[in-house]
């Protein structure tokens, strides 16, 4: 099988923006209607909704999935700080400059989850309904197993390997993904040299509150309620390795009117784990004539 057959599953053409640091920032944007808005999780990109995007498309939805700073076809810089303020002032100018989006709907996934709502938050006059996939934006509940990769000098390594990387892709699904899936997700990481955000990502969590990136992951639990008035659809994989089952039961309590809807054989990779089942909730929650 040739490694680039990949690409026969995601028909998109990149479109750019670039930030305000020079790097190109791509994204797809695709169908016409209401926009819908998706960010990928740690450390997927915006192959990860391949099939919600065509899907969306044909229920009056302008489909737009962006790629973050060192993640997929965006640029992969050396001398970025990786750091989630960061992130979301590119994703906030993307938004408020680039697109001049108005209103639009949020589908999140994972880490995604703390850039879409703290924008959310900042913003509510802007969203219209959010969609959260296994979504980590609690500082006490993120994944403690990164210890030896936070390391200086070690854990830089080990973090920006091969191993790393395919460890991290294999343990975010339940169900095993086919090879093609799995060279899409891995493409844009084939150089060391484009692993960099592998790294970063794993020093920008936030496991004390001494940490400067700890308040926008706070942020979320105790401002939430900005949002209480929004509409939520939240759904799980029961078998996600990386973030347990009790953060779902928190998302239960901090958003008591919430969709929640919970799958026991799928892992954090929900739209690949339940390709069948978790693609139509997500497009029927967001049609325009939806109660």
């Known amino acids: ?41 740690h450390p997927t990109w915006s192959f990860y909704y ?7 498309s044909t229920t009056v939805h302008r489909c737009i999935a962006i790629d973050q700073i060192g993640y997929g076809l965006s640029d992969h810089p050396d001398n970025w700080s990786y750091r989630l303020e960061d992130h979301l002032l590119n994703f906030t100018n993307f938004i408020d400059e680039g697109l001049k989006l108005a209103k639009f709907d949020l589908v ?15 913003h509510p006059e802007r969203i219209r309904r959010i969609v959260i996939l296994n979504g980590t934006v609690f500082p006490e509940e993120l994944p403690k197993g990164y210890t030896i990769l936070r390391l200086p000098l070690l854990g830089d390594f ?16 339940a169900k ?27 020093k920008d969590l936030p496991f004390s ?19 209480a008035g929004k509409p ?33 054989d799928a892992g954090h990779l929900i739209l690949e784990d339940e390709a069948t089942e978790a693609p139509p909730l997500i497009t029927r929650f967001l049609m325009p004539s939806y109660n």
Not at 1 to 7: L, P
Not at 13 to 33: A, I, P, Q
Not at 108 to 114: A, D, L, V
């Open 50 to 56: 391949r099939d919600l995007i065509p899907l969306l």
């Open 232 to 264: 939520f659809l939240i759904l799980w994989g029961e078998k996600d390795p990386i973030i347990p089952l009790n953060v779902f039961r928190h998302w239960k309590k901090l958003l008591p009117n919430a969709l929640t809807i919970s799958f026991p």
């Open 108 to 122: 999140m996934q994972g880490w995604g989850s703390t850039i879409g709502l703290n924008y959310a938050i900042a």
């Open 176 to 202: 095993r993904l086919p090879q093609v899936v799995r060279n899409g997700y891995l493409a844009p990481f084939a150089n060391r040299s484009d692993r960099l955000v592998m790294a970063k990502f794993i």
């Open 1 to 41: 099988m040739r490694k680039d057959a990949w690409n026969n599953l995601y028909p998109y053409d990149s479109r750019w923006m670039t930030t305000g640091e020079g790097h190109r920032l791509s994204y797809v944007d695709f169908g016409r209607g209401l926009p819908v808005v998706m960010l990928h999780g």
């Open 158 to 173: 080990l973090a920006r390997s091969d191993n790393y990387l395919y460890k991290v892709l294999a343990g975010e699904h």
């Open 209 to 227: 509150p001494n940490h400067p990136t700890w308040q926008l992951y706070h942020n979320i639990e105790t401002q939430i309620g900005q949002l």
